[in-house]
């Protein structure tokens, strides 16, 4: 028997991709919506979200594959 027949695994899960979607909502402020999820949030027009991923699914923000 080998080493790595008694090792555990892993326990994975797939990684979700997803983009902000940023428009101006109907008072002037940036909404930016998850295209995976449709989680909203809105900031100050001179405000950029900056996040790199949704906070209520977990989606990673940017390209599939894209590297940072």
């Known amino acids: 028997e080998h080493e ?9 899960a797939e990684v979700k991709h997803g983009e902000w979607e940023t ?4 008072f002037g402020w940036n909404k930016h919506t998850c295209s995976n999820c ?5 900031t100050d027009i001179h ?5 790199n991923y949704c906070p209520n ?3 990673k923000m940017g390209e599939e594959g894209e590297s940072k």
């Open 4 to 12: 790595i027949d008694t090792m555990p695994t892993a326990d994975v």
């Open 38 to 42: 449709g989680y909203v949030k809105r």
């Open 47 to 51: 405000v950029s979200l900056g996040w």
């Open 23 to 26: 428009e101006l909502d109907e």
């Open 57 to 59: 699914c977990g989606a």
